[in-house]
Structures are given as structure tokens and as C-alpha cells.
């Protein structure tokens, strides 16, 4: 069976988080400390309904980067860095993924700084997904 549209928005999302990591990109599954490494693993919530018109049913739903690595650098400068690397590259040239979304928002990042004598940093990116399919087709997108 095709992978439904909300699973090739997340395939699609994942690729481009790809050049974000250091290590293989991981589903809900959180990554294992190496070294200097950094570390992205993906994580996808809850889908909502958010209207039907037309035949038409529109939804949305909040996928999660989480990252870890050490910095070379101050904590904080290397977190907002990589904020903004991570806006940028995950929604700066297509927030569409090639019209498989009809649009995706940055919501929010949280950044966790290193607890005495670990030196790792943490972070959450958050973003939101809004897409179309045709009412009982949740296989096709509709932009």
C-alpha cells in the first residue's frame, strides 16, 4: 500500500533534516551521545482536523527536531546558531516540501544547556504542518 500523505510529509521532512546531523537522522527515537557529534532525531504529534470545504479536508500537526551535540563554543551562541540553521533550512527555500504540504510554520525552540560537567546542549525546534487531502483520500494532497 502507498504511504499515506501525512507520512510522505514526515519522509520528506526527515531527508531535509539530513543536513542538519552529523549521524543518521532518527524517528522518535532519540540519539546516542558520540563525541562532538550532532545528533537530530524527529519526532511527529498529533494530527487536527482544522476544516472541511469543498470536499476538502485540512489538517495540521507539530513535528519536532531534537538535537544534541557539544559545543566548541559558549552554549547559548552554538543554540541560537543552530535555530537559525534549522528555520533556515528546514522551511527557508520550500515550506511546501514540493506541494506535499500546503505550508509548514516555525513555532517555537527550547534549548537545554549542559549540566555541570556534561558539556552537551540539547535542543527542540518545533514546527507546524498544515495539509490537504480529498475527504476519505489520505493519500493525495490537495493545494
Known sequence: MADTLREQII?????RAQSLSTNTVERVRRSEFEGTARN???W???DTAEGKE???QEYSFPIAI???W????NPSISANA???ETINTMIGTNSTFDDLAKRTDYLSSTPTYPADGSGYVALTVIFNIYYATKIGDPFTAVN
Not at 11 to 15: I, L, P, Q
Not at 70 to 73: C, D, F, G, R
Open 82 to 84: 543552530a535555530i537559525g
Open 44 to 46: 511527529d504529534g498529533e
Open 70 to 73: 557539544k559545543p566548541a563554543e
Open 66 to 68: 531534537d538535537m544534541q
Open 54 to 56: 469543498f470536499g476538502i
Open 11 to 15: 519522509t520528506a521532512f526527515t531527508a
Open 40 to 42: 537530530v532525531s524527529i
